[in-house]
RNA sequence: GCCCCCAUCGUCUAGGGGACCAGGACGCAGCCCUUUCAAGGCUAAAACGGGGGUUCGAAUCCCCCUGGGGGCACCA
């Protein structure tokens, strides 16, 4: 494999204009994952240019759910490097550099048209159903006459001189050639009136500084990569290898999650915006396996991967070009995979949070205990207090008609409760191992189904129809409580037994 | 409207001319295990969009159609 013996420099660039998703945590990751592979570097550069769209925060938010994901950079706007400044709104100076020199060898020129004149020129285009692009007013101008203009302060942009004729192919390492004709090639933007360069401009330059080798973007770059080609040439750069990555469609497969419908999904316990995951209660683990999966694949059966396999695994040939569905019961699926493979200090530790913040006071001591019966029932970490939380409580509150045996009257449910505690008072303590046999004793003396019996206790004891197995949790609650438990059960049907009488 | 990309079970995918009456996974259904719920095991249903070629032979190569997606900004 090619890129397993060359150390490849490769970069995940934001803009910092809202919040970090699954489809840039997949691009980040498989870059990651490549730098990784080779020995090579991973950069994380902020594209800044758009003061207009610029999000307070966002580069933060960005930063924090890289590291969350464990996706490491060795060189970016927090730590410096030496292809710095890693942030493009501190590199003004560097694109207009170059932007100067395009123009100087005539591959682009000065245009003075305003937003507005453009804007009529546009819709002249589409109402007479021609594509819209740039009329070239401003590409006919003296060079010399258009720089003095510009030298004396007339607003103006800096455009690409796209050649008008021939053909020009770029290759992308997932689809091979893509050749487009230049005359559908726009005169595009390279640096706005503002002096800033547009993306085309500042990556480009960018990646050519910064000694990327390896570009693996989404998908949204195809219908521009060829001018992205064009410009490294004009410059008589090196191109980089070129990968485009599919994009991300809704759940349904029908277009790309819009805004509403991403906002709208939190509803439903999902996301796709990585600062929500954690408190969904989403291993980070589990995201990577999710989304490594989202576009490529090892081979035609392993689906389990932790970090360290998919470095070791990954790699860009067996990507895959055709958009995919997002699939949140997958995804689930991966956290339960993930919870599993978790130790049980591990998982300790990630689920206490989420027992704390519903209000319960958990001892480290019982969380440890608790942990390992509730490791295979969780799928999600934010299930925990549901399943487990009745074990650090003090007291119950079973529902009485839960607490009514099947197929049995409510004095026979009382019945059979008061003959279960008299067990449980009689046992020497409350172990699995004296506590089960017992009740197992009961269930073959009374001749009643174990779900009966042990129904009974589970709702008693742990206040829900559906826990985690019985007596290992008795065990962990200990015998007074379980006594005191399952007397207040009993005298709750008590209560309920006479209100019946008194109404027959 | 123009340009570009994509196309295997509902979804994620394996498959790169004969090994495919197409394999795995999620989900779904059934069964086993079982004190509940899970987890686990087993079984089932479920796909090569259509049409032309090329070839002895096509899911695999080519063309057209269709469908889907993306883009056409002084956004990235």
Redesign the pocket.
């Known amino acids: 494999m090619a890129e397993s013996l060359s150390p490849v420099r490769v970069r995940f660039?934001?803009?910092p204009?809202g919040h970090l998703h699954i489809g840039g945590a997949r691009t980040a990751l498989y870059n990651y994952l490549l730098a990784r592979k080779t020995g090579g570097q991973f950069i994380l550069r902020i594209?800044?240019?758009?003061r207009?769209?610029y999000v307070p925060g966002a580069e933060e938010e960005i930063i924090r759910g890289l590291r969350w994901l464990g996706l490491e950079w060795d060189e970016g706007p927090d730590k410096g490097g030496p292809y710095g400044p890693y942030r493009?709104s501190q590199r003004k100076e560097i694109y207009q550099q170059y932007a100067r020199q395009l123009i100087e060898e005539g591959k682009a020129y000065y245009?003075f048209?305003?937003?507005q004149r453009?804007e009529a020129v546009?819709q002249g285009q589409l109402s007479r159903?021609?594509?819209?692009?740039?009329d070239g007013t401003c590409r006919r101008l003296n060079p010399d006459e258009a720089q003095a203009r510009a030298s004396a302060g007339e607003?103006?942009?800096i455009r690409f001189k796209t050649p008008q004729e021939g053909t020009t192919t770029v290759t992308?390492l997932?689809?091979?050639?893509?050749?487009?004709?230049n005359r559908?090639l726009?005169d595009y933007?390279l640096v706005?009136?503002?002096g800033?360069?547009?993306?085309?401009l500042?990556?480009a330059v960018d990646d050519h500084l910064m000694k990327i080798t390896h570009v693996i973007r989404g998908?949204?770059?195809?219908?521009?990569?060829p001018l992205h080609g064009l410009i490294h040439r004009a410059f008589g750069w090196e191109e980089p290898v070129w990968v485009?990555l599919?994009?991300f469609?809704k759940?349904?497969?029908?277009?790309?999650m819009s805004k509403r419908e991403s906002a709208e999904l939190i509803k439903d316990g999902y996301s796709i915006f990585i600062k929500d995951l954690q408190s969904l209660g989403y291993l980070p683990e589990a995201v990577v396996n999710w989304i490594a999966?989202?576009?490529?694949?090892y081979?035609?059966?392993t689906?389990f991967f932790t970090m360290t396999d998919l470095i070791e695994k990954f790699s860009l040939?067996?990507l895959?070009?055709?958009?995919?569905?997002?699939?949140f019961?997958?995804f689930?699926?991966f956290n339960?995979?993930h919870i599993?493979h978790l130790s049980v200090d591990e998982l300790a530790v990630r689920v206490k949070p989420f027992l704390t913040e519903k209000g319960y006071t958990v001892s480290d001591e019982i969380l440890l205990k608790v942990t390992p019966l509730i490791q295979?029932?969780?799928?999600t970490l934010d299930e925990a207090p549901e399943i487990a939380g009745f074990f650090f409580v003090d007291e119950v509150q079973p529902a009485v008609e839960e607490l009514i045996v099947k197929d049995m009257s409510i004095h026979q449910s009382y019945e059979l409760a008061e003959r279960i505690l008299q067990i449980l008072r009689d046992l020497p303590d409350m172990k699995l191992s004296t506590a089960?046999p017992a009740m197992r004793q009961l269930v073959e003396e009374t001749g009643l189904k174990?779900?009966q019996v042990?129904?009974l206790v589970?709702v008693a004891v742990t206040g829900?129809?559906?826990?985690?197995?019985?007596?290992?949790s008795m065990e962990i609650i200990g015998k007074e409580k379980v006594i005191h438990r399952m007397e207040k059960a009993v005298a709750l049907l008590k209560r309920m037994a006479e209100q019946a009488a008194t109404q027959a």
């Open positions: 660039a934001p803009s204009t594209e800044d240019t758009d207009k769209r493009q245009c048209c305003s937003p453009l546009r159903k021609e594509s819209p692009h740039y607003p103006h942009v992308d997932l689809r091979g050639e893509i050749s487009v004709e559908v726009d933007i706005k009136s503002d800033l360069a547009l993306y085309h500042a990556a998908s949204e770059w195809l219908p521009t990569f485009h599919s994009v469609l759940p349904s497969g029908k277009g790309k999966l989202m576009g490529w694949s081979d035609d059966h689906e040939e067996r895959n070009p055709a958009p995919a569905a997002i699939n019961t997958k689930d699926h339960g995979l599993r295979e029932r969780l799928h089960e174990p779900a042990f129904g589970r829900q129809k559906v826990s985690p197995p019985l007596f290992e």
